[in-house]
């Protein structure tokens, strides 16, 4: 295993997603270096199913706090950059390449990405990438 800091680590919070998760975790592609898999109490396979993606799992009781379990992740995480991803968001296959070339890039600061969030209302919402 290489020593090198990943570019970019992925980091979900869950909770019984066992259902959705492997839809999301299957549209993960490179640049993805690293996944951080906060669990904030599930009592299905969701674990197994993110440790047999090659996630890092992460038991962190639920505080009722999004901010908290996210910063985590985050704090948990190897990569030079982040990305916070709900169970149920998918990133488009195209939107990868664009998410490569900026951090081929080398920048130092922030860039945002439009996830498309399997909601009943299929609402899009955009997502920054952070440096961490």
Same mark, same amino acid.
């Given at each position: 295993?290489?020593?090198?800091?990943?570019? #970019?680590?992925?980091?979900?919070?869950?909770?019984?997603?066992?259902?959705?998760?492997?839809?999301? #975790? @299957?549209?993960?592609?490179?640049?993805?270096?690293?996944?951080?898999?906060?669990?904030?109490?599930?009592?299905?396979?969701?674990?197994?199913?993110?440790?047999?993606?090659? @996630?890092?799992?992460?038991?962190?009781?639920?505080?009722?706090?999004?901010?908290?379990?996210?910063?985590?992740?985050?704090?948990? @995480?190897?990569?030079?950059?982040?990305? @916070?991803?709900?169970?149920?968001?998918?990133?488009?296959?195209?939107?990868?390449?664009?998410?490569?070339?900026?951090?081929?890039?080398?920048?130092?600061?922030?860039?945002?990405?439009?996830?498309?969030?399997?909601?009943?209302?299929?609402? #899009?919402?955009?997502?920054? #990438?952070?440096?961490?």
């Amino acid at each position: 295993m290489s020593s090198r800091q990943p570019l #970019l680590s992925v980091c979900m919070i869950v909770r019984d997603e066992a259902e959705a998760l492997p839809e999301t #975790l @299957a549209r993960l592609a490179p640049p993805v270096e690293e996944l951080v898999v906060v669990d904030t109490g599930s009592r299905d396979r969701t674990r197994e199913i993110a440790r047999e993606a090659g @996630a890092r799992v992460i038991d962190f009781p639920w505080r009722d706090d999004f901010a908290a379990a996210r910063n985590a992740g985050l704090e948990a @995480a190897r990569g030079r950059f982040g990305l @916070a991803l709900d169970a149920d968001e998918r990133v488009e296959p195209e939107s990868w390449s664009r998410v490569a070339a900026f951090l081929a890039e080398d920048r130092h600061g922030r860039g945002r990405i439009t996830i498309v969030s399997d909601t009943a209302d299929g609402v #899009l919402r955009e997502l920054s #990438l952070i440096h961490i």
